[in-house]
């Protein structure tokens, strides 16, 4: 039974001391260009072709997160031609309604002049602290207002009630955290427009 405790500790020893010796081979090998703190390299380490050191030195290197990763949602806006800011959200209220731990608090905007309401969010927040990821919300919205983001370092020390201004990013932003998914939404969106101006004739 001692004997093959023994064995059992010198082999583990083993793999330990081969991953060492191989993270210096390695470091070698990879002379000239840069094997930490690159994609590149990242990607090396994270490949069946790794050797020797694996883990991820964070937060100086971070793994690369697939497309359909979510954390906290954003707001998408499109640019209009001169330059505003053309938020997406009508207001409809969906997500917060099918919002799980109902994180989600929508205010709409009134015409100053009617006070009749205006489909475009006077205020927005949700509270990422309560957020469980879901992606509902995002899965739901009927316009590709609500997105699910990629950004997940959201430590504070106060609570991360997050408002209008800092929900808005993007629809080039989006394209680049989801291209198959804004590639694809798109292309519908694109379809439903001509096919409602062919119907406009
Ligand atoms: S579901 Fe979409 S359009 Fe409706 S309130 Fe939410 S984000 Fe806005
Ligand atoms: S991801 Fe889920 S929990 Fe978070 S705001 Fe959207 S619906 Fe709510």
Not at 105 to 128: K, L, M
Not at 146 to 159: C, F, N, Q, T, W
Request: glycine fraction near 6%.
């Amino acid at each position: 039974m001692t004997e093959m405790y023994g064995k059992g500790i010198l082999k583990g020893l083993s793999v330990t001391a081969k991953r060492f010796l191989e993270t210096y081979l390695d470091d070698i090998l990879w002379l000239g260009r840069k094997r930490y703190g690159s994609d590149e390299g990242i990607a090396h380490r994270a490949s069946k072709k790794g050797r020797g050191i694996f883990t991820i030195q964070y937060p100086e290197e971070k793994l690369p997160v697939p497309e359909e990763f979510r954390f906290v949602p954003f707001l998408v806006y499109t640019e209009s031609p001169d330059g505003q800011k053309v938020i997406r959200c009508t207001c409809c209220g969906i997500c917060a309604k099918v919002c799980p731990p109902q994180c989600i608090w929508i205010v709409r905007s009134n015409d100053p002049a009617t006070g009749r309401p205006i489909p475009t969010p006077a205020e927005f927040y949700i509270d990422a602290d309560i957020c469980m990821n879901c992606g509902l919300c995002a899965e739901y919205c009927p316009f590709d207002a609500i997105k699910m983001d990629h950004v997940y370092e959201l430590a504070s020390y106060g609570r991360n009630i997050f408002d209008i201004q800092h929900l808005l990013k993007s629809a080039d932003y989006y394209r680049s955290i989801r291209p198959a998914n804004a590639a694809r939404e798109d292309e519908a969106r694109a379809a439903k427009e001509a096919a409602r101006a062919t119907s406009a004739k």
